[in-house]
């Protein structure tokens, strides 16, 4: 039996999308904003750090801020001043390796912290929303039993996340190789956690399997994914656009929603493949 097409994959996706648009909303909506808070208190948190990093390199923030607007209203003798004003905070910085150490490097290990640690909330929130969605799509349950099931099956899902993320190679610290094996590797383990769930395979087993299962889908795959993500990168452009200033307290929202659809998407793919082994 041959795959489903893109268009009807994409079809099954929005109608089902649509019909439980309100639960995953809702959803989207509560991680979206609790992701937004915790990227302006980390933000409120580094500013501070930031300001005293740039006042030990021996620069003025209020005047470089009014020299660049200065500069933005076509005053020449404000970018002359302003080029004055980095070339003696250059020579106030410390020559001293060790002494440039001493002044900067707990400001940028103390920022580094606070941004990493938002990293893993976001991370860890993201999971949680893409659990719940997944869920959804599968067992096609009411919000409360899913919220239930996302409790039982979240850290299995976060286990394959690992284990695929290994398998794929995207820890190399080779940049180009690393893409290259992401890009070869990672799509064939999108029915990992469709094995998890609903067959009840242990994680690596769910990893293996999903390698085995997709064999001669990797095109489909990385091509059916090119084009709705692109398709949705496209949507997102757009309302970044249309939406401002307010899109950076909105967008992340608008990014929980899109990233949702894809979560439904690849599910959706996922089980046509499953339903539709190739032939040895």
């Known amino acids: 039996m041959a795959a489903t ?5 994409v079809s099954q996706s929005w109608k089902f999308f649509m019909k439980r648009l309100s639960v995953i909303l809702a959803a989207a909506i509560v991680v979206g904003i609790i992701v937004t808070i915790v990227q302006v208190v980390s933000a409120g948190n580094a500013a501070p750090i930031a300001q005293r990093a740039i ?3 021996g620069l003025d923030m209020a005047r470089i801020q009014e020299l660049q607007q200065r500069v933005q209203q076509g005053d020449t003798t404000a970018l002359q001043e302003l080029q004055k004003e980095t070339e003696q905070a250059a020579q106030n910085m410390p020559q001293n390796p060790r002494e440039a150490a ?3 490097l707990p400001s940028f290990l103390h920022l580094g ?11 860890l929130l993201s999971l949680a929303l893409n659990a719940f969605i997944f869920l959804i799509t599968l067992e096609d349950k009411s919000g409360s039993a899913t919220m239930k099931r996302v409790a039982t099956v979240y850290l299995p899902l976060l286990g394959v996340s690992i284990v695929a993320g290994i398998a794929s190679l995207v820890w190399l610290p080779i940049p180009l190789i690393n893409l290259i094996l992401t890009i070869i590797i990672g799509p064939r383990l999108l029915l990992a956690p469709v094995l998890l769930v609903s067959e009840k395979k242990r994680i690596i087993e769910s990893v293996k399997l999903s390698w085995n299962r997709s064999a001669g889908y990797w095109g489909k795959i990385v091509g059916n994914a090119l084009v709705v993500g692109i398709v949705i990168m496209i949507v997102e452009m757009i309302l970044a656009v249309v939406l401002g200033k307010l899109g950076v307290l909105i967008l992340p929202t608008v990014n929980m929603i899109c990233g949702a659809f894809m979560v439904v998407f690849g599910t959706k793919l996922a089980l046509t493949i499953l339903e539709n082994p190739k032939k040895a």
């Open 5 to 9: 097409p893109l268009g009807s994959i």
């Open 113 to 123: 912290a606070i941004f990493v640690v938002m990293g893993v909330i976001v991370g």
């Open 102 to 104: 001493r002044t900067f």
């Open 55 to 57: 006042n030990s390199a």
